[in-house]
Structures are given as structure tokens and as C-alpha cells.
């Protein structure tokens, strides 16, 4: 198989606080090998400059429901990763 | 209805929200911003949240504290930038009796705590500014169930503490 017939998925990722000032933004269009997962997406952001502030397991929502990371993520997802929660 | 708010929350208008006659007791809690955090001099807190899931979330909490205890429940959590003694969060829990209404209200702001996607960042009297982070001392035991109010703080860090 050639890397050209490979396919792939276009995710826009969501961070917040502590996460987009270390990456730099608040939402980012990454491109990740289909079929993709949340830990994919993850492991694509920890080695972007400033992503090794991520932790392995960071908290992740798709489409605003807590999510695993074994969970599929596919175009058009909303995809959030969460640093720890400090409401209240 | 949101429960994010922009402005200064007011407490009595959730009191009033949810009483009725057959609701003998109204249990609240008000969480406020502290002048000092981990030995440092706090002057004011910034509260932001990723507001579509904190929108949900809030409401799939009252819901659960409603139909677990037969209480009627108002919540509302502020966001943007508080001064020291402000109200950050503010629910009214209504119940026939003051056990339900004590047990609904505990509920619902050990949920918050855990569940709702909110940050905060400290300004310091020293001219420096931190994110918050849940201190790992505070946090209960692996294997806990974090759903139950006698607890006390539970927030989340990591995949393992959703347990989705």
C-alpha cells in the first residue's frame, strides 16, 4: 500500500486553559490516519511544540460527552481535550 | 435557561425558583472566591469553561439530583473575572424534608466539581498568575466511587477519574 491510497481524517481540536496556552491556540485542524481514535489525536498533539505538557491520558470529550480514549473519531467531530477540571 | 453566568449570582432568586408548599426545606451552598491559595496571597479569579458540554453537563447534574431525591434544584456557576468573597457557584436544593435537600444540594456540587468542564486562574498579590489545579492531596483513593457526597472535594485530572 502507498502512503497516497492511505486515508485520512481532518479533526478540529478544541483546548482551553493551561492546554491552549501551552500549544498556542484554542483550536487546532489536525490530520491524523483514518480510521482514527482519540488516542491517536492525542499522541498527534503531545508532539507538537508545546504538547508535551499533555499528560498520556488527558480528559477528552467528542461531541460534548466525556469520551475514552479508545474512542473513534471521525471529520466533523467535535473533539475537546480537557486540562484538570477547577469549577466550583 | 444557562447555568453559566457572566454577571453576580444571586441566590435568593434560585431560593425562590425552586420552593413550594409541598418543599418544607431549602438546603444551599455558595462557593466563594478565597483571598489565599497554597500559601500565596490570591486578589482575583478568572473562571473560564468550555461552555456547550458545561451547559450540558450542569444540566444532566440537576437532573440526576432531581429525580434521586424528589427535590426540585437550581444551579448557576459563574464565569470571567471575580473579586475575593464573590459567589463562584450557587445552588438551591428544595425537598419535602432537610435530608433530601441537604443530600441533593452535597450531590450536585461534588458533580460539579467532577464533571463540569470550568477552569480558574489565580491573579496573585505579587503581580503573578496561575492556572488552578486540584491538589492530588485532596483527592480520594484509586477505586473510590466518586459520585458519593460524603467524599468531600472530588475533581478531575485524567481518563482515570471519569471512568467512562
Known amino acids: 500500500m502507498t502512503t497516497s491510497s492511505q486515508s485520512t481524517v481532518t479533526i478540529r481540536v478544541l483546548l482551553f486553559a493551561r492546554y491552549a496556552e501551552a500549544l498556542g491556540d484554542n483550536a487546532l485542524v489536525l490530520t491524523v490516519s483514518s480510521p482514527a481514535t482519540l488516542a491517536s489525536v492525542i499522541k498527534l498533539?503531545?508532539?507538537?511544540?508545546?504538547?508535551?505538557?499533555?499528560?498520556?491520558?488527558?480528559?477528552?470529550?467528542?461531541?460534548?460527552?466525556?469520551?475514552?480514549?479508545?474512542?473513534?473519531?471521525?471529520?466533523?467531530?467535535?473533539?475537546?481535550?480537557?486540562?484538570?477540571?477547577?469549577?466550583? | 435557561m444557562s447555568f453559566l453566568r457572566d454577571e453576580?449570582?444571586?441566590?435568593?432568586?434560585?431560593?425562590?425558583?425552586?420552593?413550594?408548599?409541598?418543599?418544607?426545606?431549602?438546603?444551599?451552598?455558595?462557593?466563594?472566591?478565597?483571598?489565599?491559595?497554597?500559601?500565596?496571597?490570591?486578589?482575583?479569579?478568572?473562571?473560564?469553561?468550555?461552555?456547550?458540554?458545561?451547559?450540558?453537563?450542569?444540566?444532566?447534574?440537576?437532573?440526576?439530583?432531581?429525580?434521586?431525591?424528589?427535590?426540585?434544584?437550581?444551579?448557576?456557576?459563574?464565569?470571567?473575572?471575580?473579586?475575593?468573597?464573590?459567589?463562584?457557584?450557587?445552588?438551591a436544593a428544595a425537598a419535602p424534608h432537610r435530608g433530601a435537600a441537604f443530600a441533593a444540594c452535597r450531590y450536585v456540587i461534588e458533580e460539579v466539581k467532577r464533571r463540569v468542564p470550568i477552569w480558574k486562574r489565580e491573579h496573585y498579590a505579587d503581580g503573578t498568575i496561575g492556572w488552578v489545579e486540584p491538589s492530588q492531596a485532596r483527592r480520594p483513593p484509586v477505586g473510590q466511587t466518586a459520585g458519593d457526597a460524603s467524599l468531600g472535594p472530588v475533581d478531575s485530572t485524567s481518563q482515570d477519574d471519569w471512568a467512562v
Open chain 1, 45 to 88: 498533539l503531545r508532539s507538537r511544540p508545546g504538547g508535551e505538557i499533555l499528560p498520556e491520558r488527558p480528559l477528552c470529550a467528542v461531541n460534548l460527552v466525556q469520551a475514552r480514549l479508545d474512542s473513534p473519531v471521525e471529520a466533523g467531530d467535535e473533539i475537546a481535550v480537557l486540562p484538570p477540571l477547577a469549577g466550583g
Open chain 2, 8 to 91: 453576580p449570582l444571586d441566590l435568593s432568586r434560585l431560593i425562590v425558583s425552586v420552593s413550594a408548599p409541598e418543599r418544607g426545606a431549602v438546603a444551599c451552598f455558595v462557593g466563594t472566591v478565597r483571598d489565599h491559595h497554597e500559601g500565596k496571597s490570591v486578589i482575583r479569579l478568572e473562571y473560564s469553561a468550555y461552555r456547550p458540554m458545561a451547559e450540558v453537563e450542569c444540566d444532566r447534574i440537576v437532573a440526576e439530583a432531581r429525580s434521586r431525591w424528589d427535590a426540585d434544584v437550581a444551579l448557576e456557576h459563574r464565569t470571567g473575572v471575580l473579586e475575593i468573597g464573590e459567589a463562584a457557584v450557587a445552588i
